[in-house]
């Protein structure tokens, strides 16, 4: 994979129908500017709606990959991305004349030679890439399906197919280097098994599909009224079963062709990332459901550790997420009341924070001198501190907000808390709407719990408040 970002020298075309709508769509990939990644634009929209490659935009997976803002939508993404990652293309703009990218002929090869007919045009900026630092594993039980990411100096992926079928039985696929996606990935297409045909048409699904752009798999013996029953939903009257496994005979591309589609697949929602992955992914009968909540659990990482590495900009040791010098930086309080020591777990939905409690806190001058004791509403004051750098998760710039108090609920006081003591603050995302967020906080003291509650708390913009002092003080001028 290229060190610098690339798109494409000049702008391919194709048309085709929608596998899935069985419309006659138009595309044409742009060249891009360095940074923008992979923008898909509905063209014949009255307005033309722009939609990122990204998968927070996946609004549906039923055997496929589609993408969508507002009311439109950009149905079977996967070939087209797989290609544009599989080829180096880091940027690229995707105009498209229907609701679905077309299939083709059912692989990524018309797509790959495509781009390798007008070739990549090298950008300044260095290609960002994502790197796994710790395995991450999804699994789906009822489906057998098991995704895990490696740290990996390089990127490697292997897929294993496994359906239970006497026909397709247990097929690996492996990339080992981009070099070989050309030849050994990309030329692999969709398939299907007979069974399935006529419940996805039932669901609406494969209107396009043909036996020339999809492989259907034959996996027991049908009747001859059975294969004109199925043929007819598809304007095939002579199907047959020719040579076991394969309807009509379709000679396959590879002895392993359906697990390398499945590869092809996964390469294709990876992009959706939206940088290159360094790491290692193995997978057991992925699918495109799977892909993208294995995604999702990897691109909630990378974004937690770019909120980290944005704020914590020296190495930390001993568990510590967020040192005191990168809480400064998060929140507003200053001395004497910042109340918080140390981050030490930080997710899309809970955080773990430290308070240590001395007796040079200046509360306890007064609270009380011959019985120190730390006040209960100071611990829920940092109980709530430590909450407000969740807050992290939800806007970009957090140093520009103010987060206010909107009501304690529950509040128990399980035991004093005196100096010496070192306060673990747990707290959980139990609801966020609307810039209102309401979270369940514990402390404990020794694994003991101390003090629960449940908060609520608002995030309000600085700038508001001063375009609301600035008209207060407009008013009393004009009262005056």
């Known amino acids: 994979m290229f060190q610098k970002q690339h798109t494409l020298r000049d702008t391919v075309s194709f048309e085709g129908v929608g596998l899935h709508t069985g419309e006659s769509v138009r595309v044409q990939v742009h060249p891009a500017p360095e940074n923008s990644g992979y923008v898909f634009v509905r063209m014949d ?24 803002k507002g009311n439109a939508r950009v149905h079977t993404v996967e070939h087209l991305l797989a290609a544009l990652m599989g080829m180096g293309v880091s940027n690229a703009r995707i105009e498209v004349w229907g609701p679905e990218i077309p299939i083709l002929d059912g692989s990524a090869l018309p797509f790959v030679e495509a781009i390798q007919q007008v070739g990549l045009q090298p950008q300044k900026e260095p290609q960002q890439f994502y790197h796994i630092e710790e395995p991450v594993h999804y699994q789906n039980k009822e489906r057998g399906v098991d995704i895990a990411a490696f740290p990996f100096e390089g990127f490697r992926a292997t897929v294993i197919v496994d359906y239970n079928s006497q026909v397709l039985g247990i097929q690996p ?10 030849k050994d990935i990309a030329p692999a297409r969709t398939f299907c098994l007979l069974y399935e045909l006529e419940e996805l048409h039932r669901l609406g699904l494969i209107r396009g599909g043909t036996l020339e752009n999809a492989i259907v798999i034959v996996d027991r013996v049908y009747s001859p009224e059975e294969l004109q029953r199925i043929g007819a939903l598809f304007g095939y009257p002579d199907v047959q079963v ?24 996964l390469i294709g929602d990876l992009a959706l990332l939206g940088a290159p992955l360094r790491g ?10 799977a892909n993208i909540e294995f995604i999702r659990t990897l691109y909630k990482l990378i974004q937690k550790r770019q909120i980290i590495q944005r704020f914590q900009k020296t190495p930390t040791s001993g568990g510590v997420v967020f040192d005191i010098h990168a809480i ?21 939905d809970s955080i773990v924070g430290i308070k240590n409690v001395t007796i040079n806190e200046p509360f306890f001058a007064g609270h009380f001198e011959d019985n120190p004791i730390m006040p209960g509403v100071l611990i829920l004051e940092a109980m709530a501190q430590v909450g407000g750098i969740l807050f992290l998760n939800i806007v970009e710039n957090p140093q ?11 509040a128990r006081f399980k035991k004093p808390v005196v100096p010496g003591d070192q306060l673990v603050f747990k707290l959980d995302m139990l609801q966020l709407r609307r810039g209102i967020c309401k979270m369940a906080g514990k402390a404990y003291v020794d694994d003991k719990l101390v003090c629960e509650a449940e908060l609520t708390a608002s995030l309000v913009p600085k700038s508001s408040l001063k375009v609301t002092h600035a008209a207060k003080a407009s008013s009393r001028e004009h009262q005056s």
């Open 45 to 68: 929209l009255p307005s033309p709606v722009e939609i990122p490659a990204r998968v927070e935009y996946v609004v549906d997976l039923m055997r496929s990959t589609t993408l969508g």
């Open 173 to 182: 696929a492996t990339l080992v280097r981009w070099e070989d996606f050309a």
């Open 242 to 265: 020719v040579e076991q496994g394969v309807l009509n005979n379709t000679p396959l591309r590879f002895d392993n062709e359906p697990a390398r589609h499945k590869l092809l697949d």
């Open 280 to 289: 290692q992914i193995m997978a057991m009968r992925p699918g495109h459901a």
């Open 328 to 348: 400064r930086q998060i929140l507003p309080h200053r001395y004497p009341f910042l109340l918080v020591d140390r981050i030490t777990h930080f997710s899309e």
């Open 400 to 410: 520009d907000y103010w987060v206010y108090f909107l009501a304690i609920d529950g």
